[in-house]
């Protein structure tokens, strides 16, 4: 990493946008008369997806299903998994999910019962990539290592030709490395991106320890017990796959997409846009219409609504999204959308595919 990246990056002053555009957002919840958070319909849906996630364990665990029947059951525990990642802990995790912090405190630690660390994911999602979406160097979200490229500042190697193929296999493999080896990379190296990891309180140790004892002892000890290690590995890898590739999937498709900037570290430490034109050109919305997906994903689909007011419920994104595209278009900023989930797909696989040939360096705007 060069010492462009390595230092702290700054943007600019400027704030007319975002003055104008918090404004109109004030000026909805004035009118309409609706809180920011504390919805009772989010609370229903964070009831729902937990009573999803621990039926689907129960029946894998303890219900006695045919070998099929027990594979279904942890097909819908992947799936139930990130859907508690999408629309508990995320918004929890930005304080989104209630006016006080205790709730969001505890809804946000069920990134500990995922296996987990909400402490680590504070730093790694909501101080980095949140202040500096898609600039290599600085948004850990991006960088895959050696195994894959997905800014244009990053090296090419040549099997990256085949990138657009085989990274859905690595999505899968995501949550078994989060499991086994990223919370404690990040520890051991004490920082994340260019952000130094903060010194943990003992509330934070204590959590972060008892929700891996937590983890360890649901997913492998209890059923361990009952059936043996091999056949827990066996469904574990089936459900932490589909959890895995739901996740990093929903996520790439709000910025590692073809239409998103990947702007590069300016030499001079600033940029001359300010932080939120920068989360405007770094980020696409998708499946705006689709009632489906913004349930199941928490809103992740209005993702630049999310970047621009996270600590405002996703419920309420489908009706900031018209006020954040008008603004935009006054201010002669994109506002890019895909109409569809699979237009997003198929945008992600058109950009792994770009990202996979030997190019030069992108001339995205640097500052």
């Not at 009772?40 to 894998?60: A, E, M, N, Q």
């Not at 997905?150 to 085949?162: C, D, S």
């Not at 489906?292 to 405002?312: A, K, T």
């Amino acid at each position: 990493m060069s010492t462009t990246a390595r230092a702290s990056l700054k943007f600019s002053r400027s704030n007319e946008f975002r003055k104008t555009l918090n404004a109109r957002v004030d000026g909805y919840f004035d009118d309409t008369g609706h809180s920011r958070r504390d919805l009772p319909h989010h609370f229903l849906k964070i009831f729902v997806i937990f009573s999803w996630f621990v039926g689907s364990y129960l029946l894998l665990v303890f219900a006695p299903l045919p070998v099929f029947g027990k594979v279904l059951a942890a097909i819908s525990l992947g799936f139930a998994g990130a859907g508690m990642g999408f629309s508990v802990m995320h918004d929890a995790g930005h304080g989104a999910a209630s006016s006080k912090p205790w709730v969001n405190r505890v809804l946000f630690c069920s990134l500990e019962i995922l296996g987990g660390s909400s402490f680590l994911w504070n730093v790694k999602h909501n101080m980095v990539h949140h202040t500096y979406a898609n600039v290599d160097g600085h948004d850990d979200d991006i960088d895959m290592g050696f195994l894959g490229r997905l800014a244009p500042e990053q090296r090419h190697l040549p099997f990256h030709r085949a990138q657009h193929f085989y990274i859905w296999f690595l999505y899968g493999l995501l949550v078994l490395k989060w499991h086994l080896i990223d919370d404690f990379r990040m520890l051991l190296k004490g920082r994340i991106g260019e952000r130094k990891i903060p010194a943990m309180k003992p509330s934070d140790i204590a959590i972060f320890v008892g929700g891996k004892i937590f983890f360890i002892s649901y997913a492998f000890v209890i059923p361990t017990l009952i059936f043996g290690f091999l056949p827990v590995f066996a469904f574990y890898m089936i459900a932490s796959f589909v959890q895995g590739v739901t996740m990093a999937t929903v996520f790439q498709l709000a910025h590692c997409v073809e239409e998103a900037d990947f702007p590069a570290a300016p030499e001079e430490h600033r940029f001359d846009h300010d932080w939120a034109t920068h989360q405007v050109l770094t980020t696409v919305d998708f499946a705006q219409n689709s009632r489906f997906i913004n349930w199941y994903v928490g809103g992740l689909n209005f993702q630049i609504e999310h970047h621009l007011f996270p600590r405002i419920s996703h419920m309420h994104y489908p009706a900031l999204a018209p006020l954040v595209r008008q603004t935009c278009e006054e201010f002669g900023l994109p506002y890019h959308v895909q109409p569809g989930f699979g237009h997003a797909l198929r945008s992600h696989f058109r950009w792994l595919r770009r990202m996979g040939r030997p190019t030069a360096p992108s001339m995205a705007t640097a500052g």
